[in-house]
Structure formats: structure tokens, C-alpha cells
């Protein structure tokens, strides 16, 4: 958790993001390091969590994180803990909470209402298109006897 709170820092103090930090430990190495570049890297999802998801998966040569623990600066907000449940690791810590986030200008609170909300009243309109021509991929994946499943 130490090295994660460092990298906390070092996204403010190189003025790359905001203050989150994120390690993935496999064993007793460290194999994935990421802190927030949303700034810097014009990017929403660089986000401690993603970056060091990334990096941690790209080191294990892997898509996947079993066996591995996540320690991240903060509770991670929706968009990463959705992340994070798809690298399955075995267990995530976290430092501050997300109320502790809210305190300082990064609050989630709307995002995990609007995914409890029906689709028709979300914030940002979200609406079905090209349904027929789509889920013909699908079937096609589905049937696709070499794929690899995750």
C-alpha cells in the first residue's frame, strides 16, 4: 500500500492527474504500477486502477489477474472497479474511501445512481441501434469453436 500511496503523489506533484496511485502484487512482486495521467494524457480513463491494470497485464503477458492482489490509494470509483472485476484479481485493498474522494472534488455518487436508473432515464441519452446487424456477430462468436473465452 505504501508504494501506492507514493504514486498517488507522484501524479500531483508531476501535475500528471489527480491523486491516485495503484500497485498489482503477484507473490511478493510488484508486476503492475499506475497512477492518474488523465491530464496529462487527455484521456478519462487513466485512471490509477486501469493504468496499473494495464501495466500488471502487459508484464504477466496475460489478460487476467488471478492470483493477484490490488492496492490502490483510493476505493476505486465505478469505471476502474468494473476494470478490475473483469482482470479478476484475488483481492483489492484500498486507502482513502470514496467519500473521502467526494471531499476533495472527485465524487462518484452519481455515476453509481445513474447505474441503478432504467436506461430511458439516464443523464446522457442512451439508445438501442443496429441490433439486428449486431447480434449476428454475436451468434457468430458464439458459435466460433477456436475462441478463447475470458
Sequence with gaps: ???AILLSGQSIYKNEGGPFGCV??????IVGRGYNKVTSHNDPTAHAEVEAIRDACKNLKSFQLQDCEIYT????????????YWARPKIVYFANNRQDAADIGFDDSMIYEEMKSPIEERKIPIKNLGREEAIKIFEAWKNKPDKTEY
Design 24 to 29: 498489482i502484487v503477484k507473490g511478493n512482486e
Design 1 to 3: 500500500m505504501q508504494e
Design 73 to 84: 490509494s483510493c476505493e476505486p470509483c465505478p469505471m476502474c472497479l468494473g476494470a478490475i
